[in-house]
């Protein structure tokens, strides 16, 4: 399942990649002695030319800049969302929040969405089991997992979930009975859902924190399930 995932993933970004690719291939072939190391591609040459304009002319404030990028690595992604997962499996009452108001129930924790985004959590049972995916461009829960992977956002996956969602789950490595129903949700600009992973068995007496560590990114997007724990004897 491993070999098959990476080789989806890897299709799915081959597309975003080839033109770097080629051009990368074809100044090598011009320069024979070329050492071998990666080189940025265009759209990164020209994003770094951008931003050095726009700061030399005085339009952006590089600290703002600076405090932008800590925001989406350090302060927003998965771990936002695994705590608020985490608190759910331990907390019926938090649970039932979580699913009736989502936004609210988020807030209570500390963290908020976008203005004018609406967050809807989708449960996983025994029975269903939910996808979330954007078939228009790539609309993604960003304030509690982050930015969103490359291959969330490729063709392959936008348009293929919505018509051969088990298929496309079963090439991520994720093999489900068919007794199980697969639900797709489309998120929108105004509309976002995560996924309520089932809690792994052999969990009962770990700690939120402990909980949290067992939810990835691709849990709440619904491409995989929470890890089991090693605690439980599955790992």
Known sequence: MKTTRRRFLQTAATAA???????????QEQDPDHEHQAAPSDMTLRVKALESLLVEKGFVDPQALDAVVDTYENRLGPHIGARVIARAWSDPA???????????????????????????????????????????CSCYPWSVLGLPPMWYKSTAYRSRTVIDPRGVLQELGLELPERVEVRVWDSTADLRYIV???????????????????????????????QPSREGGQA
Request: charged share 20%; with cysteine.
């Open 196 to 226: 309520l992973p089932e809690r792994p068995p052999g969990t009962e007496n770990l700690s939120e924190e402990e909980l949290a560590a067992l939810v990835s990114r691709d849990a709440m997007i619904g491409v995989a399930k929470a």
């Open 94 to 136: 938090f649970k039932q929040r979580l699913l009736a108001d989502t936004d609210a129930a988020i807030e209570e924790m500390g963290f908020g969405g976008q203005q004018g985004q609406r967050m809807v959590a989708v449960e996983n049972t025994p029975q269903v089991h939910n996808v979330i995916v954007c078939t228009l």
């Open 17 to 27: 990649g080839a033109a770097a690719t080629q051009e990368l291939a074809h100044g």
